[in-house]
C-alpha cells in the first residue's frame, strides 16, 4: 500500500460523517490546490512532508512518496489546505489533521493562521471528541485497596487528532494548517 492510499484510508476513520459532507477531501500528488469542480463548498488537499535539514542547516520538506518513506524518528509536517473556490465565504468550518497511531504528535506545532489572526487548536485521543489542550481523562487509581478517580493529563503524543474550527472561510480564499508529528 503506498503512502497516499494509507493516508485516504487514515484520513477517512478520523472525519466524522458531518465534515466530509462539508469537506471534500483528496490527496494529490502534491499540495498544489487545484480547480474545484466539486458540488462541496471546500475541498481539503493533505500532505505529508519529512522534515529534514540541508547542508546550510535550513529546513527542506520532501513530500513522503514510495521513494521517501518515513523511518522510524523522522520528524513529518503534515499540512491540510482548506480551499474555498465559491463566489461566498463558508461558515462554520471544521477543519480536522488526523494522526496516525504509528506517529506521536509534538506539543505546540498546530498552528493555522486566517490573515493576522491565529486559530487556537482542538484536540482529541479517539478523533471524535474534541477539547482545548491539555486534555484530561479520568483513570481508576488503587491505593491500599481504596479505589479512587483521578483526573490526569494525556500526553500529546497520544493524541490523534487537530481540529480547528473556522468562523468564516472567506470567498476564493485558502488557509493552510500545520501539524508536526515524529515518526514512532
Request: hydrophobic share 50%.
Amino acid at each position: 500500500m503506498n503512502i497516499r492510499t494509507f493516508l485516504l484510508a487514515v484520513l477517512m476513520l478520523f472525519l466524522p460523517v458531518a465534515q466530509v459532507a462539508q469537506a471534500q477531501t483528496a490527496i494529490p500528488q502534491t499540495a498544489t490546490p487545484t480547480a474545484n469542480t466539486s458540488a462541496e463548498p471546500v475541498r481539503v488537499v493533505l500532505a505529508s512532508l519529512i522534515v529534514g535539514k540541508d547542508a546550510k542547516g535550513q529546513e527542506t520538506l520532501t513530500a513522503t512518496s514510495d521513494s521517501a518513506r518515513p523511518r522510524p524518528g523522522d520528524l513529518l509536517a503534515w499540512k491540510a489546505i482548506a480551499v474555498n473556490d465559491l463566489p461566498r465565504g463558508v461558515l462554520n468550518l471544521a477543519l480536522t489533521i488526523p494522526i496516525p497511531a504509528s506517529t506521536a504528535y509534538i506539543g505546540g506545532s498546530a498552528a493555522l493562521k486566517v490573515g493576522a489572526q491565529t486559530i487556537s487548536p482542538i484536540f482529541s485521543v479517539d478523533g471524535q471528541n474534541f477539547a482545548p489542550a491539555p486534555l484530561k481523562r479520568r483513570v481508576n487509581v488503587v491505593k491500599d485497596g481504596v479505589t479512587t478517580v483521578q483526573e490526569v493529563v494525556v500526553l500529546p503524543s497520544e493524541y490523534r487528532a487537530v481540529r480547528w474550527m473556522l468562523p468564516t472561510l472567506a470567498a476564493k480564499s485558502q488557509v493552510v494548517a500545520e501539524v508536526r508529528t515524529s515518526v514512532r
